[in-house]
């Protein structure tokens, strides 16, 4: 059945193209639909912290009395900071 099938509609790849250029509404339509569907899903490129910058942040999960940060070193995705605790 599939050889009779690719010979009369072609391949799948062959009738999708054939489909969009005998239906460009149908283009039209579906990406609008894309542009909507993906639009929230993409999230801004966070802007570039300096590692010495003062607005870096430091969220401690573990309840500390006092806390230093000893070290700070980046890559171009991350901020990797050491910190230690301070004994009293």
Same mark, same amino acid.
């Given at each position: 059945?599939?050889?009779?099938?690719?010979?009369?509609?072609? /391949?799948?790849?062959? *009738?999708?193209?054939?489909?969009? %250029?005998? @239906?460009?509404?149908?283009?039209?339509? %579906?990406?609008?639909?894309?542009?909507? *569907?993906? /639009?929230p899903r993409r999230k801004a490129d966070p802007e570039?912290?300096?590692?010495?910058?003062?607005? #870096?942040? #430091?969220?401690?999960?573990?309840?500390?009395? @006092?806390?230093?940060? /000893?070290?700070?070193?980046?890559?171009?995705?991350?901020?990797?900071?050491?910190?230690?605790? @301070?004994?009293?």
């Open positions: 059945m599939y050889p009779q099938q690719k010979q009369a509609y072609g /391949t799948r790849a062959e *009738y999708k193209k054939q489909y969009r %250029n005998e @239906n460009p509404e149908y283009v039209r339509r %579906n990406a609008a639909f894309v542009k909507k *569907y993906r /639009t570039p912290v300096s590692p010495t910058s003062c607005d #870096l942040r #430091l969220s401690v999960w573990a309840q500390t009395d @006092n806390v230093s940060i /000893t070290h700070v070193s980046h890559t171009s995705r991350d901020i990797f900071v050491t910190v230690s605790r @301070n004994e009293a």
